[in-house]
């Protein structure tokens, strides 16, 4: 102490009587007051003139709950509260409290869209400070986070957080209503609007709403007909990752769900589900207007076109409309089959395999007279054809 006042006095400076041994609390600092040109600024040790030098102090004020240290007693206090169930300050908007004015100032930047923080390499704006250094890393590449059991690394401690409760099998989210636990928080918000039917995404295109922001992003590939997922052993291509894992199990042959009931395999658990209402006779789609029950949805969708009268599939080649996608898809394959079913003696076409083979007896027949000497007419070709009397 005494060699920064020598130091001082050797500059030529006037140094406050009360220099030694007085000291000002500034933030976490031990601060030394200097008087030159009535201001003051951190230097080192024999820089310029005006300077207030400066060493680092243990915290004055400790919480007895956690240990943590606090500068001040005022900053002690508003600590503790977040120990206690004492909240005091509350958003006028929402009726949240919080245990201080600073967090509440925070809080509001929901409400008002405030977004203070801009990253500079691609301008994208965050409400949070912490949100936009997380952000950063997408760009650094930073990963600074790691899995002590597998090594991965992550770009923000949260994640890895919740990455861990994978090998630990913790869920620590519970819902109230059903029990059921989750991983992940946003899995748990999600799941509790199963119960109260929120859907806060709405599409802009058509009005629709979804209780999840994922199934929103899938919904808008619908209007604009994109398809990211593609796969890569056929290249066919798809609007939503799901239905891509799901179309790759083909490739593989992978069914690792199983009935318990009768040992049959499925690629997918939805599928599992519904054939298990096989076994139990469950028909949970119910019709609000005759009151009858489907084991599928899908099932269910059809059938309300009975009482509407809709008959929404319509065929690109001659226009003819039906009800169920199915007699779509079968009304196709006579147009298909016009060109494809063709008999290879006269060239008529036919609709259907069956009528080709019978027209193709025909020829049969008429060879087989031929090579008699039998006239169409003979009650001898009559009996020979193998269909009548039947």
């Known amino acids: ?27 976490s600092l031990m601060t030394w007051e200097i008087d030159g040109f009535g201001s003051k600024a951190s230097a080192e040790e024999g820089s310029s003139v005006n300077c ?3 060493r680092p102090r243990e915290m004055a004020f400790t919480c007895s709950e956690c240990g943590k240290g606090c500068n001040t007693r005022v900053s002690l206090l508003t600590h503790m509260r977040s120990h206690s169930e004492v909240q005091p300050i509350k958003c006028s908007v ?14 509001k930047r929901l409400h008002t869209g405030e977004k203070p923080f801009s990253c500079s390499d691609c301008g994208k704006c965050f409400s949070f400070k912490p949100a936009l250094v997380n952000h950063q890393r997408i760009h650094t590449g930073e990963k600074p986070f790691s899995c002590s059991e597998c090594e991965r690394c992550f770009t923000n401690r949260s994640t890895l957080i919740a990455h861990q409760r994978g090998h630990t099998g913790d869920q620590p989210f519970s819902c109230f209503k059903c029990g059921k636990c989750f991983r992940y928080h946003s899995a748990f918000i999600a799941h509790q609007r199963s119960h109260t039917g929120e859907k806060p995404f709405v599409c802009v295109e058509c009005g629709k709403c979804f209780a999840c922001k994922s199934s929103l992003v899938d919904h808008k590939t619908t209007h ?4 990211p997922h593609s796969c890569s ?9 799901s239905a891509l894992v799901k179309h790759q199990k083909s490739h593989t042959g992978e069914m690792p769900f199983s009935c318990y009931e009768c040992g049959k395999c499925f690629p997918r658990h939805s599928s599992l589900i519904v054939h298990q209402r096989s076994h139990t006779g469950e028909k949970p789609f119910l019709c609000v207007d005759c009151g009858k029950r489907f084991t599928h949805k899908s099932s269910l969708v059809n059938h309300k076109t009975t009482h509407t009268g809709a008959r929404p599939y319509s065929c690109s080649d001659c226009g003819k409309c039906f ?16 060109k494809s079913l063709s008999c290879p003696e006269c060239g008529k076409c036919f609709t259907y395999q069956s009528a080709l083979i019978v027209h193709q007896r025909g020829h049969t027949e008429k060879h087989f007279h031929d090579l008699i000497g039998v ?16």
């Open 323 to 338: 009800s169920f996608k199915s007699a779509l898809f079968k009304h196709k394959k006579a147009h298909i089959a016009e």
């Open 52 to 54: 207030l030098i400066t």
């Open 94 to 107: 929402c009726g949240k409290c919080f245990t201080s004015a600073s967090y509440l100032r925070v809080h």
């Open 1 to 27: 102490m005494m060699e920064n006042y020598q130091t001082l006095c050797s500059l030529g400076k006037k140094v406050s009587p009360s220099f030694t041994g007085q000291k000002t609390e500034r933030n």
């Open 224 to 227: 604009t007909g994109v398809r």
């Open 375 to 390: 006239n169409d007419n003979d009650k001898f070709v009559t009996c020979w054809r193998p269909y009548i009397g039947r």
């Open 233 to 241: 052993d056929c290249g066919k291509c798809y609007s939503f990752k």
